[in-house]
């Protein structure tokens, strides 16, 4: 199985926000933007894998500033990490001034996504090697996620969770 970088999975998808996509304060509905996320981090999962990929967690996500109504928003997604049949998807999303076309960051996710076959068993894909400085601080910060993941979801015993034991070492 031949590695691919995080630029062979990367997605980006730009859209508007529209009236019936928000909230009472009329900006951006946090479900609505959770649904274009994990839209675009599927796709940039089937990219990587080429293999059919579920949504196994949502690990992270933080919404740091309100997205206005007539918003134009941009999410780029990308992979950050493969284990054996998961894969760990960062995104960055944006949103642009109209008149400058400045972009103002205003979210960051992390999902899990894994590959399976027809029958819905997770398969083996390729690994990814990261490239830029930013792909490789992520790329690093894997597994500790992985781990606090797994512990949240109870697939994993607190005690075997060797990369957050580290943290507090
Ligand atoms: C996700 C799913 C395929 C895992 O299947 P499973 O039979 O539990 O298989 P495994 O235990 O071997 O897990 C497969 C991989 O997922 C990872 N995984 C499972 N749950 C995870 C979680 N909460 N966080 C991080 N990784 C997780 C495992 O660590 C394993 O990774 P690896 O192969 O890279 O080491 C299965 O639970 C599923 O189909 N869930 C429903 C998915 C779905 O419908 N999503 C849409 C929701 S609307």
Do not use: C
Not at 148 to 158: D, F, T
Request: charged share 25%; net charge positive; aromatic share 6%.
């Amino acid at each position: 199985m031949t590695a691919k970088t995080p630029k062979d999975s990367l997605t980006t998808l730009t859209d508007m926000v529209l009236p019936g996509e928000t909230n009472p304060l009329d900006n951006l509905f946090g479900g609505e933007l959770l649904a274009r996320m994990d839209r675009a981090s599927s796709i940039a999962a089937q990219r990587h894998s080429r293999r059919i990929v579920v949504t196994a967690s949502v690990n992270h996500v933080h919404f740091a500033k309100a997205v206005p109504v007539g918003s134009v928003v941009t999410i780029q997604a990308k992979v950050s990490r493969v284990f054996t049949s998961s894969m760990e998807i960062y995104l960055d999303v944006w949103i642009e001034d109209r008149e400058t076309g400045n972009r103002t960051k205003v979210n960051e996710a992390i999902y899990t996504f894994v590959a399976v076959d027809r029958t819905g068993t997770p398969v083996k894909i390729p690994q990814v090697i990261p490239e830029t400085k930013l792909e490789k601080e992520r790329y690093e910060g894997a597994l500790r996620r992985k781990q606090l993941s797994l512990v949240l979801s109870g697939r994993m015993k607190p005690q075997d969770a060797t990369e957050l034991k580290a943290l507090f070492a």
